[in-house]
Every structure is written in C-alpha cells, then in structure tokens.
T-cell receptor, first 113, second 114 residues
Framework: AQSVTQLDSHVSVSEGTPVLLRCNYS??????LFWYVQHPNKGLQLLLK??????LVKGINGFEAEFKKSETSFHLTKPSAHMSDAAEYFC???????????FGSGTRLQVQP | DTEVTQTPKHLVMGMTNKKSLKCEQH?????MYWYKQKAKKPPELMFV???????INESVPSRFSPECPNSSLLNLHLHALQPEDSALYLC?????????????FGPGTRLLVL
C-alpha cells in the first residue's frame, strides 16, 4: 500500500521569497514520486519527477525537490516565488503493479505582491 | 511532445441527455485514464485502459461508459447523469521508460449537469 501526505493545505508567500511545499510518502517498495501543478480551471502539468536516478530533482519553472528516504519526504522548493506560481500543487506517488497514481490532498500556493 | 487533448472544454447537459467526452494522444502511449476531479480535491481515478482493454474500473456507476476505439483515442459516454456528477473530467496517458511510468494529463472537460 502507498500513501501521500501533504502537510500544508495552504501556503502563502510574498513574491520573491522562497517557497517550500511539504510532502511525506509511505510506500512498501521503491516509489516514483511526482509533483504536479494545477492552475485554476486547467489540467495538471508535470513539474518534476523522482525516479531513483538522483535524489535532487530539478523541474520546470525553477522548482526543485529532494528525495529523502530516511525521512520519507519529497518536499518541493523554489528560491524565489513569482506571481504566476499561484496554483494548486499535488504530490503524487506511483508504485509497482497498478498503473495508477496516489495523490496527496493538494497544497494551494498563494503569492502576495 | 507530451500533449493530451480533450474536447469539449466545457459541457452543460440535462439529466436526460446523452453526451460524450473525447480524449486524444499521439505519443504512442498504451495506457490511458479517466479521472474525475471535484473542486478543491485531488483527481479520483475512474477507468484505466491498457493496450485498448479496460484494466481498471473503480466501481464507477454505469451511467459513465468508457470506450477505447484505438490506441490514440479514449471516449467517455455519459447518460442520465446526476447533478453531483458535475466536475472536471481529466484524461491522462502514460509514458513508459523501462520500469518508470509518467502520466501526462489533458486540460480537462468541465461538466455541468443541470
């Protein structure tokens, strides 16, 4: 069985300040982990993915995530928030066997001017 | 190119109507999915097609009927829906590299049932 917990339902930052969106996962095997972003009234866009090649993963739009097995975490960061980053972010785990994803509950990122 | 397209973008239908949602991808992906997403919630899996055969049905009511006519196309036929079926319907397809799979999502169809 696998699960994902996004520790914050809502994060608010000022433009130009760092972003941290927290995600913890549980999996009985070596998982693949993803971050997706969803802007209002849009579909989900893949930000980045961890596939065991490297623990620090770089994604699009300046986002990064670090896989920490000892902490079962996969937190998403960005050094400097931009107004266009305001959106819903989903941490997602994919395991072996079933061709489907387990979604976290989502974190809404607000960026204040 | 990682594009999944969906039509229509918006759909309004009455409870007695029959309508269809369409999803298309030309990336050679052999697994395709339908998800339902309610406001402020993560997507919920409805159906999975693998090599054009239905492999997962998440106990979805029969008023939703999926169809996969070929490897590029996925339809969702709707009949006698209820107002609570109003949601964003997302299609996705999976890219496979070795043992790694990545899902790519379409923009969704926003459905309103009156």
């Amino acid at each position: 069985a696998q699960s994902v917990t996004q520790l914050d339902s809502h994060v608010s930052v000022s433009e130009g300040t760092p972003v941290l969106l927290r995600c913890n996962y549980s999996s009985s095997y070596s998982p693949s982990l993803f971050w997706y972003v969803q802007h209002p009234n849009k579909g989900l866009q893949l930000l980045l993915k961890y596939t065991s090649a490297a623990t620090l993963v770089k994604g699009i739009n300046g986002f990064e995530a670090e896989f920490k097995k000892s902490e079962t975490s996969f937190h998403l960061t960005k050094p400097s928030a931009h107004m266009s980053d305001a959106a819903e972010y989903f941490c997602v785990v994919s395991g072996a066997g079933r061709r489907a994803l387990t979604f976290g509950s989502g974190t809404r990122l607000q960026v204040q001017p | 190119d990682t594009e999944v397209t969906q039509t229509p973008k918006h759909l309004v239908m009455g409870m007695t109507n029959k309508k269809s949602l369409k999803c298309e991808q030309h990336m050679g992906h052999r697994a395709m999915y339908w998800y339902k997403q309610k406001a402020k919630k993560p997507p919920e899996l409805m159906f999975v097609y693998s090599y054009e055969k239905l492999s997962i049905n998440e106990s979805v009511p029969s008023r939703f009927s999926p169809e996969c006519p070929n490897s590029s196309l996925l339809n969702l036929h709707l009949h006698a829906l209820q107002p609570e079926d109003s949601a964003l319907y997302l299609c996705a397809s999976t890219s496979t590299q070795g043992l790694q799979e990545t899902q790519y999502f379409g923009p969704g169809t926003r459905l309103l049932v009156l």
